[in-house]
């Protein structure tokens, strides 16, 4: 509504005041980044400092802990992977490793695939069972499970899934239900349904229609879901923490904090164990910014 | 699609959810209501459970100070979060061809897992070898090298600093977003009205940008009552140093599994539905407080 009246305002205004017309001082400031060149040096000097302490995790876990106590500002001259082969081996950061890719890529797969054939039908089918059911799914993005974690622990407890990687998985397979079922629904439901029933026309079954013609179509949003419920089941830690018992069962972040007390002192060891558990989140981020980004973006509807 | 086609697409899922998700959440509710020796649930106890919270020790001394640290908390990453996220975001949107890759910069920390970030900052913070204290001496800031984490003046205080610095790509991606769908009609008229930058930002942009300040104030909320992984790494679950970093959420967790009391699982219970209640509560309130602020700028 302003944009219509400032628009009828300049002309009108020209014609009644014939004289000089005012500088215009709009136009060199629309490109103009606000700020100037100070408020770069502070953006750029805030990135150093996102930055700045990632980095000395890993530099400093290429030193060695005399050198590390020695000098705390050093930089790894000449670097020495001793405190990996440390924490990797002795400190069962390969179980920890392990146990925790297992979990963390069981438990996307399985909860894309759920997801994703509850969003098709969620999307889709006309009966009022299905809002419902939506509605169902969508109440457990405002549902903090965590504070669900006795029943949880005496459901586990009762079915011996204590110290069950297979438990736990299914378990944040279940919790990233909501997010996945969210964002595929607005995703199938902007596909037009003519592709259906072409599909229908030509003989396919509603699984052949789901597998081979609508899935390929969402797999950009299949993406966005896998890649950003990964790192919060990659990085969990109080389900690991109440739901095993076992070491040998531990995910990284529970045997993070066994390393830390029984090593508090052993600070390159540390510091090589902090990578250890970032590295696959750094690769994944490389790879899949977009992705991440995207999912960022698409908690706000939350 | 036909309704018998859809309930088996979606049986998998709602399987999954009712065992792990719905019937967990539904069931911690009724535990509070009963007596519990042990694991042995007892009569029903109506609200007595909620009763020892506010009565018995160790509760009456560690609930009000756990509440007082999370709602500290809550306030102190919404005040610097918000200023600093909203200010990066704004600076951000004039400049278009870095803003992807500072953007990008902000949010690494993140992916982080809090419990490596909180061993990390532990690490970086040590009073005897920790590169901050040797760089604050360097300059010659030496009364400035306190032990950050032993004093529990400061150790709430870097819970909260750290907490922000991990989150803030979060605040910036959303600003980002909701100035991004300003009108640029709306500020240019107001300079060509002789605004300056200044004015267009608090009197035309900054109104627009309630509804999403508002999204972020709602979120911060729920991370902040939740709050335990970031806190557990510097602080142990007692909340050392003195309780100084104690939480509600590492009271309920050492309530219900360290304590050994015989009727833990009945005041834990309790603690989580009041928590429950409080996070629900609070979203519920700000929403709908949100709600009637939108109508009133689109009127």
């Given at each position: 509504m302003t944009t219509a009246v400032v628009s009828t305002e300049a002309p009108g205004e020209a014609s009644t005041t014939p004289v000089a017309p005012r500088p215009r001082r709009r136009a060199p400031r629309v490109n103009r980044p606000v700020g100037g060149a100070g408020a770069g040096v502070l953006l750029w000097g805030y990135a150093a400092l996102a930055l700045v302490p990632l980095l000395l995790m890993v530099s400093n876990s290429f030193r060695s802990n005399a050198d590390l106590i020695t000098d705390p500002l050093g930089l790894p001259a000449p670097p020495t992977t001793s405190s990996y082969a440390e924490a990797w081996t002795t400190g069962n950061f390969a179980t920890y490793f392990g146990n925790s890719l297992l979990v963390t890529?069981?438990?996307?797969?399985?909860?894309?695939?759920?997801?994703?054939?509850?969003?098709?039908?969620?999307a889709r089918a006309r009966s009022r069972i299905f809002r419902w059911l939506e509605s169902l799914f969508l109440s457990g993005l405002m549902l903090p499970i965590h504070l669900a974690i006795l029943p949880i622990f005496y459901l586990f407890d009762g079915l011996g899934l204590i110290d069950s990687r297979l438990g736990l998985m299914l378990m944040y397979a279940a919790s990233g239900i909501p997010f996945s079922v969210f964002v595929l629904t607005t995703f199938f439901r902007q596909l037009p349904e003519e592709l259906e029933e072409a599909a229908a026309l030509d003989g396919a079954t509603s699984w052949q229609t789901f597998w081979r013609i609508m899935v390929p179509l969402v797999r950009p949003a299949l993406a966005t879901v896998a890649v950003f419920r990964f790192v919060p089941i990659w990085n969990d830690f109080l389900f690991p923490l109440v739901l095993l018992r076992r070491e040998d069962k531990y995910t990284l972040p529970v045997g993070l904090t066994t390393f830390f007390g029984e090593n508090a002192t052993n600070y390159s060891a540390v510091f090589a164990g902090l990578v250890i558990t970032t590295i696959p989140l750094i690769v994944l981020f490389l790879v899949a910014t977009k992705q991440i980004v995207a999912g960022l973006t698409a908690g706000m509807a939350k | 699609m036909r309704r018998r086609t859809g309930l088996v697409f979606v049986a998998p899922a709602l399987a999954l959810f009712a065992v792990f998700v719905l019937y967990p959440m539904v069931t911690a509710f009724s535990y509070a209501f009963f007596q519990w020796q042990g694991t042995t649930r007892g009569a029903f106890a109506g609200l007595e459970n909620f009763a020892t919270l506010f009565t018995k020790a160790p509760f009456t001394t560690d609930l009000p100070r756990a509440v007082l640290h999370n709602v500290l908390f809550f306030v102190g990453t919404l005040l610097i979060q918000n200023t600093i996220g909203l200010t990066i975001a704004y600076l951000l949107h004039s400049r278009p061809r870095t803003r992807r890759m500072l953007q990008t910069l902000y949010a690494m920390p993140y992916l982080v897992s809090p419990i490596v970030i909180g061993y990390l900052w532990t690490l970086l913070l040590s009073?005897?070898?920790?590169?901050?204290?040797?760089?604050?001496?360097?300059?010659?800031?030496?009364?400035?090298?306190?032990?950050?984490?032993?004093?529990?003046?400061?150790?709430?205080?870097?819970?909260i600093l750290v907490s922000v610095w991990q989150w803030i790509g979060f605040p910036v991606l959303l600003y980002g977003a909701a100035l991004g769908g300003v009108p640029e009609e709306l500020t240019e008229a107001a300079r060509v009205d002789g605004a300056s930058n200044r004015q267009a930002f608090s009197r035309i942009t900054l109104p627009l940008l309630v509804p999403a300040v508002g999204t972020v104030s709602v979120l911060t909320f729920i991370f902040a009552m939740e709050a335990f992984a970031l806190p557990y790494a510097f602080g142990g679950s007692t909340g050392n140093p003195a309780g100084a970093t104690d939480f509600v959420s590492l009271l309920f967790y050492r309530t219900a599994f360290d304590s050994g009391a015989a009727d833990a699982i009945g005041s834990s219970s309790a603690l989580a539905t009041l928590l429950f209640l409080l996070i629900f509560g609070g979203a519920y309130v700000a929403t709908a407080v949100l709600r009637r602020h939108e109508r009133r700028i689109t009127a």
């Open positions: 890529v069981g438990a996307v797969a399985v909860s894309t695939s759920v997801a994703t054939m509850a969003a098709y039908a969620l | 009073p005897t070898f920790g590169p901050v204290n040797t760089l604050l001496t360097g300059l010659g800031l030496e009364s400035w090298a306190l032990p950050w984490l032993g004093d529990p003046k400061t150790a709430l205080w870097v819970v």
